[in-house]
T-cell receptor, first 117, second 109 residues
Framework: DVKVTQSSRYLVKRTGEKVFLECVQD?????MFWYRQDPGLGLRLIYF???????EKGDIPEGYSVSREKKERFSLILESASTNQTSMYLC????????????????FGSGTQLSVL | DAKTTQPTSMDCAEGRAANLPCNHS???????VYWYRQIHSQGPQYIIH???NNETNEMASLIITEDRKSSTLILPHATLRDTAVYYC??????????FGKGTRLHILP
C-alpha cells in the first residue's frame, strides 16, 4: 500500500516561530500537494510540486513556502507562524505527472493539527 | 474555485443505497471525475473515478450522464462506517486539484 507519512500528528508553536511540516511518500510519486483544512472552508490547496525542485502556488500560498529537494519528501514551511495559520495540514501525493488524469489518485497522509499560540 | 456543485448534506438509512449527486456543468472533454471521502479525523481517501463510462469497484459505482455535466456516486448498501464527507472533483491531470466543500453523508441506524 502507498504510504504518505506526515512527521507530526499534533504540533503546538508560538507566534513568530519558523515551522517545518514534513511529508514523505514511499511510492516514487511525481506529484505532491499541501492542503489546509478549516471548518466550513473545506480543503484549500497551498502549494504543489510536479518534480524535484519544482513548485507551483495553489490557491492560498501567502505566508507559506515549500521545499522539494528529494522526490519522496515535500516540506511545508511557515516562515513566521501566525495564529491564523492554526489549522489541519494535509499532505498528498499522486503518480501521474503532466499528463491526462488517467491515474491521478491522490493518497493522503493522516494530517498535522497545528496550533499557533 | 471548485468546478463542482454538491449538496451540503444528505441522510441515508443503513442498508439502503446512498446516491450522492454532483454537478460539473463546465467539465471539459479531457477532464476526469474523481470521488474521495473523508472520515472524521482522517485524510481523504480515493473512492472511484471515470471519464465517460460508468464505473464500478469494490467500494462504489459511478454513473456519469451522457453529456458529462453531472454524475452520481452510489454506495450500494450503506453502513454506519460510510458516514463521511464525500468530495466530487474534476481534473485534467498534472494540474492543481481543487476540493470543494463536499457532501456530508449521515448514515442513520
Amino acid at each position: 500500500d502507498v504510504k504518505v507519512t506526515q512527521s507530526s500528528r499534533y504540533l503546538v508553536k508560538r507566534t513568530g516561530e519558523k515551522v517545518f511540516l514534513e511529508c514523505v511518500q514511499d511510492m516514487d510519486h511525481e506529484n505532491m500537494f499541501w492542503y489546509r483544512q478549516d471548518p466550513g472552508l473545506g480543503l484549500r490547496l497551498i502549494y504543489f510540486s510536479y518534480d524535484v525542485k519544482m513548485k507551483e502556488k495553489g490557491d492560498i500560498p501567502e505566508g507559506y513556502s515549500v521545499s522539494r529537494e528529494k522526490k519522496e519528501r515535500f516540506s511545508l514551511i511557515l516562515e513566521s507562524a501566525s495564529t491564523n495559520q492554526t489549522s489541519m495540514y494535509l499532505c498528498a501525493s499522486s503518480f501521474w505527472g503532466r499528463a491526462f488524469a488517467t491515474n491521478e489518485k491522490l493518497f493522503f497522509g493522516s494530517g498535522t493539527q497545528l496550533s499557533v499560540l | 474555485d471548485a468546478k463542482t456543485t454538491q449538496p451540503t448534506s444528505m441522510d441515508c438509512a443503513e442498508g439502503r443505497a446512498a446516491n450522492l449527486p454532483c454537478n460539473h456543468s463546465t467539465i471539459s472533454g479531457n477532464e476526469y471525475v474523481y470521488w474521495y471521502r473523508q472520515i472524521h479525523s482522517q485524510g481523504p481517501q480515493y473512492i472511484i473515478h471515470g471519464l465517460k463510462n460508468n464505473e464500478t469497484n469494490e467500494m462504489a459505482s459511478l454513473i456519469i450522464t451522457e453529456d458529462r455535466k453531472s454524475s452520481t456516486l452510489i454506495l450500494p448498501h450503506a453502513t454506519l462506517r460510510d458516514t463521511a464527507v464525500y468530495y466530487c472533483i474534476v481534473t485534467l491531470g498534472g494540474d492543481k486539484i481543487i476540493f470543494g466543500k463536499g457532501t456530508r453523508l449521515h448514515i442513520l441506524p
